[in-house]
């Protein structure tokens, strides 16, 4: 069965440090990959998607992924934390873009 | 960009009584809605898959009769959680597929059920 892991379900970074969240998913195709961003009691804001190309994929509020095939990974990186990223973000995977499967999440703390 | 709206936001209800939420694609036509129930501090999980015009596609586990969902416009999906019960307390987020733009799904922001 396909699934995602996302290791850490809690990151806490300083203001202005690197932000990585991980995410593996299990499959001998890859899949369509996203990162979602959730905001406390509200639904998801779509950061970025991979489905083919470019590994390198940018998204928004300077957050990146690269799908690496080798690892069948998808990290979440962004070069210098702000307070506003404090969230919930999920990792999630499908064959096609409607039908996804979710990672548990990873909620990321941002010190000052 | 493609904009769903859910409603209500947040709904308290009785034990035994039936609540409705509703997803809306306000600026896209949706054949395919998306159900996600979300506990505290956990994933998404699909409830069912809702389409335009036919019977909802349930996932394993979910109660087809206790959650109706009803996907009678290609802009507006409703998910109807009868005879609630606390257990049913939980997040619920709706999410539609827009062939317009070729990207994945668009989510509602969520309806807050808590039953008393």
């Known amino acids: 069965a396909q699934s995602v892991t996302q290791l850490g379900s809690h990151v806490s970074v300083s203001e202005g440090a690197l932000v990585l969240l991980r995410c593996n998913y299990s499959?001998?195709?890859?899949?369509?990959l996203f990162w979602y961003v959730q905001y406390p009691n509200q639904g998801l804001q779509l950061l970025l998607k991979y489905t083919t190309g470019a590994t390198l994929v940018k998204g928004i509020n300077g957050f990146e992924a690269e799908f690496k095939k080798s690892e069948t990974s998808f990290h979440l990186t962004k070069p210098s934390a702000h307070m506003s990223d404090a969230a919930e973000y999920f990792c999630a995977a499908g064959y096609n873009t409607d039908k996804l499967i979710f990672g548990t999440g990873t909620r990321l703390q941002v010190f000052p | 960009g493609a904009v769903v709206s859910q409603h209500p936001s947040w709904v308290i209800c009785k034990s035994g009584t039936s609540v409705k939420i509703e997803c809306r694609s306000l600026d896209f036509q949706a054949t395919t809605m998306f159900w996600y129930r979300q506990f505290p501090k956990q994933s998404l999980m699909l409830m069912a898959t809702s389409n335009e015009g036919s019977k909802a596609t349930y996932e394993q586990g979910v109660e087809k009769d206790k959650f109706l969902i009803n996907h009678a416009s290609l802009t507006l999906s409703t998910l109807t959680v009868t005879s609630a019960h606390p257990e049913d307390s939980s997040f619920y987020i709706c999410s539609a597929f827009s062939s317009r733009d070729n990207s994945p799904l668009h989510f509602g922001n969520g309806t807050r059920l808590t039953v008393t």
């Open positions: 499959s001998s195709v890859p899949p369509y």
